[in-house]
Nanobody, 126 residues
Framework: QVQLVESGGGLVQTGGSLRLSCSASGRAFSSRVMGWFRQAPGKEREFVTAISKNGGSTDYADSVKGRFTISRDNAKNTVYLQLNSLKPEDTAVYYC???????????????????WGQGTQVTVSS
């Protein structure tokens, strides 16, 4: 079992930055592909970014490419999401997710993630 706890959300002006953290407890964090998703009011949850077990491979949604950066520190059981050049359309609850240790592939499909955090709110004012 894996428990994920996100932090770092808040209110920021357009063009501002935030750094989200996702702290994992439980088994084998370093053996899990990790992802970030977000859900805005009235919209479906959408993929933001994901990172491979050793951090060597990443994937980004087109809407955040060049502005957001995912990273991980396996020694601290933590995955990070740096959000730069924020826009009002980035306003959402951001969720951290973990895949099973049996899989290797970075994926955009929310259904393929087995563990989820409770989310952290990011609000970007115009």
């Amino acid at each position: 079992q894996v428990q994920l706890v996100e932090s770092g959300g808040g209110l920021v002006q357009t063009g501002g930055s935030l750094r989200l953290s996702c702290s994992a407890s439980g088994r084998a964090f370093s053996s899990r592909v990790m992802g970030w998703f977000r859900q805005a009011p009235g919209k479906e949850r959408e993929f933001v970014t994901a990172i491979s077990k050793n951090g060597g491979s990443t994937d980004y949604a087109d809407s955040v490419k060049g502005r957001f950066t995912i990273s991980r520190d396996n020694a601290k059981n933590t995955v990070y999401l740096q959000l730069n050049s924020l826009k009002p359309e980035d306003t959402a609850v951001y969720y951290c997710a973990a895949r099973s240790t049996r899989v290797l592939v970075v994926t955009r499909s929310a259904r393929e993630y087995d563990y989820w955090g409770q989310g952290t709110q990011v609000t970007v004012s115009s």
